[in-house]
């Protein structure tokens, strides 16, 4: 098991995973928001660049949970109540549940949807992403069930991302660092390792 040169803060490539896929959920959002005000074939170009970035958050969690079973992250801070250890574990759960269920089901409402094979997923312009191969060959009905299913699941969970566990993870950051002020933020920053790392070390 690899260890971090301060015990209290997350490994370089935590850190870095956790700030790449922050600003590529971001990044998704404003993708998605900006081709829903779009009509018809507008859409096409913003949504493929949606998909490609949706897979690539896929892959970078699997690494980011592959990584974080040989590298175990630091403890969270002793002094924490019990309800904020219980609330900051549930929110950790539940990003990883969403970074994972929301990649999956958009790949499923696409793979789900009768214009697949005019329009299939285009991985940054490099080739194609393969379609889930189970959805794109049911029958017509059956598909347009399945991709209304996906299409809500994917609206489901990118509002408890966006209204839910992204403002409760900022807030609880926030709090610490400006109203408990026990610099529990440098344990993921990468930029304040001369502080010496995180919380009340
Ligand atoms: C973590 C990654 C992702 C995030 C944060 C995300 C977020 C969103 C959001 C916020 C919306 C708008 C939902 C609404 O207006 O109700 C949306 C729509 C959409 N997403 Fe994603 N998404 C992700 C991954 C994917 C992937 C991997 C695909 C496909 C391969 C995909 C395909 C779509 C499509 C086609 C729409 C438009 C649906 C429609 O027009 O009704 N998304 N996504």
Known sequence: MAKTAHPDRYSTVAILLHWLIAAMIVTNVGYAWYANGLHGLEKIPPLQIHKSIGISILLLTLARLAWRLVNRPPPMPADLKPWERLLARTVHVLFYVVMIGLPLTGWAMVSASPTIKIYPINFFGYGHWPAIQALSSLPHDQMKQAHGTFETAHGLLA???????????????????????????????????????????
């Open 159 to 201: 509002k408890l991302i966006v209204y839910l566990l992204i403002p409760l993870h900022i807030a609880g950051a926030l709090k610490h660092q400006f109203i408990d002020k026990d610099n529990d933020l440098a344990r993921m920053l990468p930029f304040l390792r001369g502080l010496g790392g995180g919380a009340k070390t």
